[in-house]
């Protein structure tokens, strides 16, 4: 069964390239454009050669909700047909965000045509894409991180709707939407492929908890699950989820994704100290896999400075781990590909890309410039050649020479 998940992937590489598409309002209502402050709009023909030189041909891109619907059901393609163009230029595949993070103004998860808008969108989506490419692969994340959303909005006024306390209400309100966006998407075309994008955690109690702390802190670590819960239709049924629902599932893993509840305090991801309560990232994807038995994806993961190349030669034992125990990995994202900025103070950059970019250009703003970090690429190359090994023919070929 692993060899036919493998072999049937529809993804064009196993590595893969995350380009930051976020739109949202932050913390201080004010609306960023990841797309553009990054420079990856102005830069798509030089970020996608870049990309394939190291061995990665396939990206995650984003439409950016908030830019193309500025007129409740009027929508603006010009700037998805510029990323189209240049995916078919350099003959990327790109993998499509429909809401990663941003809504338009005149919307939140709690507003009573939030899903109906939504759905309407992901048919005008489909309607526009088959315009361009009646024939390839359509792979489509309707909501990114549904429970980061509904946390960051919901409960710590990170986002809109500014909430606390509201993070039930904001999950079913986007999974609503995710829901009928779905429907709508088969609908248009029943041969789409759906890539859920959840965070993949840990939640422990502290050393010597008691009976209280350590149910609390199983409570919350499989609310990490609510989401896809309700999109197969285990978890609020009268939200309209289906088991056939379920297809792609992507889970992004960071650095700090494994905490203790209480007090708060993150397990170091090297475990170094040998933390009993620390589990590898290949035990967390089995178990995942093993509890919706659909093939799995690590939709986005990176490390912040000098432990970048370390983060990614982990991540490649963790994946060969996890394809050595019979789980159907179809993918590594590297995300951010190319550095960002923080969202709420657009500076520092957090230098977690495998370029960065040049604040010390005084001729071009800050992501105009790109700088290969030459140890994570190093990296790659090892981490390529490890998993290549455990992929079915033809493998991904490393075109990155260090």
Same mark, same amino acid.
Not at 234 to 238: F, K, N
Not at 245 to 249: A, H, K, N, Q, S
Not at 293 to 297: E, K, L, S, T
Not at 301 to 308: A, E, K, L, N, W
């Given at each position: 069964?692993l060899h036919d998940?493998l072999? %049937?992937s529809?993804?064009? %590489?196993?590595w893969?390239?995350?380009?930051e598409?976020?739109?949202?309002?932050? &913390?201080?209502g004010?609306?960023?454009d990841?797309l553009t402050?990054? @420079?990856h709009?102005?830069?798509?023909d030089?970020?996608?050669?870049a990309?394939?030189?190291?061995g990665?041909? &396939?990206?995650?891109?984003?439409?950016?909700?908030?830019q193309?619907?500025?007129t409740?059901?009027?929508?603006d393609w010009s700037?998805?047909?510029?990323?189209?163009?240049?995916?078919?230029r350099h003959?990327v595949?790109q993998v499509w965000?429909?809401?990663?993070?941003?809504?338009?103004?005149?919307?939140?998860?709690?507003h009573p045509m939030?899903a109906?808008?939504f759905a309407?969108?992901? !048919?005008a989506?489909?309607?526009?894409?088959?315009?361009?490419?009646?024939?390839?692969?359509?792979?489509?994340?309707?909501i990114?991180?549904?429970?980061?959303?509904?946390?960051l =909005?919901?409960?710590?006024? =990170?986002t809109?709707?500014y909430c606390v306390?509201? @993070?039930?209400?904001?999950?079913?309100?986007?999974?609503r939407?995710?829901?009928?966006?779905?429907?709508? +998407?088969?609908?248009a075309?029943? @041969?789409?492929?759906?890539l859920? &994008? /959840?965070?993949?955690?840990?939640?422990?109690p502290?050393?010597g908890?008691?009976p209280? /702390?350590v149910? !609390?802190?199983r409570?919350?670590? +499989?609310?990490q699950?609510?989401s896809v819960d309700?999109l197969c239709g285990?978890?609020?049924?009268?939200l @309209?989820?289906r088991?056939e629902?379920?297809?792609?599932?992507g889970f992004?893993y960071?650095?700090?994704?494994?905490?203790?509840?209480?007090?708060?305090?993150?397990?170091?991801w090297?475990?170094?100290?040998?933390?009993?309560r620390?589990?590898?990232?290949?035990?967390?994807?089995?178990?995942?896999?093993?509890?919706y038995?659909?093939?799995?994806?690590l939709t986005e993961?990176?490390?912040?400075?000098?432990?970048?190349p370390?983060?990614?030669?982990?991540?490649?034992?963790?994946a060969?781990?996890?394809?050595?125990?019979?789980?159907p990995?179809? =993918?590594?994202?590297?995300?951010?590909?190319?550095d960002?900025p923080d969202?709420d103070?657009?500076?520092?950059w957090?230098?977690a890309?495998?370029?960065?970019?040049?604040d010390t250009?005084?001729d071009?703003?800050?992501g105009l410039?790109?700088?290969l970090?030459?140890p %994570?690429a190093e990296?790659?190359a090892?981490?390529?050649?490890?998993v290549?090994?455990l992929?079915?023919?033809?493998?991904?070929?490393? +075109?990155?020479t %260090?």
């Open positions: 069964m998940f072999s %049937s529809p993804f064009q %590489s196993f893969m390239a995350g380009f598409c976020t739109d949202q309002q932050n &913390t201080f004010n609306r960023v990841f402050l990054t @420079g709009l102005q830069l798509l030089e970020d996608y050669q990309i394939q030189h190291v990665l041909g &396939t990206a995650r891109e984003g439409i950016r909700w908030s193309v619907e500025r409740p059901y009027h929508y700037t998805v047909q510029t990323l189209l163009e240049a995916g078919r003959g595949q965000d429909l809401c990663h993070f941003g809504y338009p103004d005149d919307l939140t998860p709690l939030f109906r808008r309407h969108l992901c !048919r989506f489909v309607e526009f894409y088959r315009s361009q490419r009646p024939d390839d692969v359509l792979i489509v994340t309707p990114n991180e549904v429970s980061f959303m509904s946390w =909005g919901g409960d710590v006024r =990170g809109s709707p306390g509201q @993070g039930w209400e904001v999950k079913r309100g986007l999974m939407a995710y829901i009928e966006g779905v429907a709508a +998407l088969r609908e075309d029943p @041969g789409i492929r759906i859920t &994008t /959840e965070p993949l955690i840990n939640i422990v502290r050393p908890a008691g209280a /702390e149910r !609390r802190a409570e919350f670590d +499989l609310n699950f609510q309700m285990r978890l609020c049924p009268e @309209g989820g088991p629902f379920l297809d792609l599932l992004n960071y650095y700090d994704n494994q905490w203790q509840q209480e007090p708060h305090q993150t397990l170091p090297a475990n170094d100290f040998q933390d009993p620390f589990r590898p990232l290949s035990a967390l994807l089995e178990r995942a896999y093993r509890r038995g659909r093939p799995v994806v993961t990176s490390h912040p400075g000098q432990d970048r370390h983060w990614l030669r982990m991540i490649a034992h963790e060969a781990r996890t394809l050595q125990a019979g789980v990995l179809l =993918g590594v994202c590297l995300y951010p590909i190319i960002r969202w103070h657009l500076t520092p957090h230098r890309g495998l370029w960065d970019a040049d250009d005084t071009t703003a800050p410039t790109r700088l970090h030459a %994570s990296a790659l090892e981490a390529q050649q490890l290549a090994g992929l079915p023919q033809p493998v991904d070929l490393l +075109l990155y %260090s």
